[in-house]
């Protein structure tokens, strides 16, 4: 899986709100924290984005199966959601051509991605 630059920005971006969430120095996914809470100065783009980001950790939060192979998969499929979300948020407020690109690469990408994750664990009877 090949990482979309505005994928990695946008995770980049999180990980010190994340940690200072959290309450750690290292940020990232463990724990899955919530979002800080919003303020009256955000715009409609930080909101959805938050919203976005709050929405895909709730949803990662599956039951483990022990088959690492399973978990994987199931993981990865509110994670590339979460993706196509805030690209959607980026498509409605950015300015630049190059993000809207890569917005757009982003979705179609992942929305592929998740098509094949679903197709994978229905053929495994999961």
Not at 85 to 114: G, N, P, S
């Amino acid at each position: 899986m090949r990482l979309h630059p505005l994928v990695l920005a946008l995770a980049m971006a999180s990980i010190p709100a994340l940690a200072l969430a959290q309450g750690t120095h290292h940020g990232g996914h463990s724990g899955h924290a919530r979002p800080s809470a919003a303020t009256a100065a955000e715009t409609p783009a930080t909101k959805g984005y938050r919203e976005a980001n709050a929405k895909m950790h709730r949803d990662m939060e599956i039951e483990f199966s022990n088959d690492a192979d399973v978990d994987f998969v199931r993981g990865m499929i509110p994670h590339h959601q979460g993706a196509i979300d805030m690209a959607k948020v980026a498509l409605q407020h950015v300015k630049d051509e190059q993000i809207r690109k890569w917005a757009t690469d982003v979705i179609r990408e992942q929305e592929r991605e998740i098509a094949e994750m679903q197709a994978w664990l229905k053929k495994q009877g999961r």
